[in-house]
């Protein structure tokens, strides 16, 4: 599951590479990586509660992925 969880953290970075390239996030829904985020979290709180190495390393890829998407798209939002 690491492995995979980290491949799919992963493929965030497109996403996050081509907001910083273009300096516009007009074409980004915040809201929906914004509830990727949500589901992310609780799969990583799971993962702690239970003692799942490998969950808690891949969520935590993912929430790092999910994290760079938001946070560049709400740094490039038009005002």
Do not use: C
């Not at 492995?3 to 590479?17: E, L, N, R």
């Not at 516009?24 to 993962?47: K, R």
Request: proline share 4%; aromatic share 10%; hydrophobic share 55%.
């Amino acid at each position: 599951m690491s492995v995979v969880g980290i491949a799919t953290g992963a493929a965030y970075v497109p996403q996050a590479a081509r907001l910083w390239r273009r300096k516009s996030s007009e074409d980004v829904s915040v809201l929906t990586y914004a509830m990727f985020l949500g589901g992310q979290v609780i799969y990583l709180l799971y993962g702690i509660r239970f003692h799942q190495t490998p969950i808690v390393i891949g969520m935590a890829a993912n929430i790092a992925g999910s994290l760079a998407v938001i946070l560049s798209a709400l740094r490039f939002r038009a005002p």
